[in-house]
């Protein structure tokens, strides 16, 4: 039977991470995954390059049943952090929009950062290598796996969640934290493309393809959030950054409403267009749309399709520049966890420490990463809370060792 200090069960962003913090700290460490690619949800990440970061990472910018518990990790290992292994490395990168930080090249280069970085620590990596039963002693863990029995004293389960299936995720950690007694949060796909019913959508389904900014809201009250970003049509509903970091906070039945022309107050410019023009109320509303989705949101109007602008009453122009400012629509889902960025709740935070990310209720048993309760907006925000948690799980382990 072999024996190692720590093992780690995934080879994502926070598993080789943590792995290489603990092996170059000098505790004897394995990796195991499943599957036969290496941190394949790095490679396909922001359009294969990676968005490893966001500059203006918070605790604001996350979702949990426990908010709060995110606080110390975040603090302790910052995007700033990340951004200097990333430099020391040699790895080009670019800040694109609104903090998030991007590879110049591939995201390949993060893989072999956090792979050498692995290395330096020797840590050997298992993979594929299965794990069929978990068990917890006075001595420690042993793990049945596809290649032998293993012994450690510290398990860190870095899994992470439901989404992307094709690439290997799996429920196994939810699974595992259950066996130990642990509470899941109710899961969902976060960061995903929302769907409607085909016969509410068919008006809009031509417009596949097209993509403006807008504000997009959900909830009320206090519980209202929203986002000004990109919104695109697809064929079976909406997608693009709005509709993904809309969709964390998205309920089923629930309505959204969106603002179509964000930056405008659109119904004095149509009123103002009035004057000395016999342009039709198309031609000016497509000045200020994508010509398609103003000819289509014409025809949902045809008293006023083909009639100069001149000849509209205001009140009518004030009431087409209402439903473009506050179109409310009610989706009747999500396109699952086959399309989801993320996996929303996951191991409740409450049964794990904030400092350590040790289980309350079994010692040397860790959760890193998207298996938490632990969820990040679009942009970078997730792999923060990757590194961050894992630079937590990490140090804490090799503190024990140093002591």
Known sequence: MLKFDAVFIGAGAAGLFAAGIAGQAGLKVLVIDHAEKVAEKIRISGGGRCNFTNRDATPANFLSENPHFCRSALARYTPQDFLSLVQRHRIGWHEKHKGQLFCDESSDEIIAMLLRECEQGAVTRWQPCSVAAVRHGTQGFELDTSAGVVATRHVVVATGGLSIPKIGASDFGYRLARQFGHRIVETRPALVPLTFDATQWAPYAALAGVSLEVRIAAGGGKARTEFLEDLLFTHRGLSGPAVLQISSF????????????????????????????????????????????????????????????????????????????????????????????????????????SQTLESRRVPGLHFIGEVVDVTGWLGGYNFQWAWASAAACARALAAQRAA
């Open 250 to 353: 998205w309920r089923p039945g629930q309505a959204l409403e969106i603002d179509l022309t964000p930056q405008l107050d659109l119904a004095p410019q149509l009123r103002a267009a009035k004057t000395g023009s016999r342009k039709q109320v198309g031609t000016e509303l497509a000045a200020r749309l994508p010509d398609r989705l103003a000819q289509a949101w014409l025809a949902e109007a045809p008293e006023l399709a083909g009639r100069p602008i001149a000849d509209v009453k205001d009140k009518d122009l004030d009431a087409l520049a209402h439903r473009l400012q506050h179109w409310t629509l009610t989706p009747s889902g999500t396109e699952g966890y086959r399309k989801a960025e993320v996996t929303a709740g996951g191991v409740d935070t409450r049964e794990l420490s």
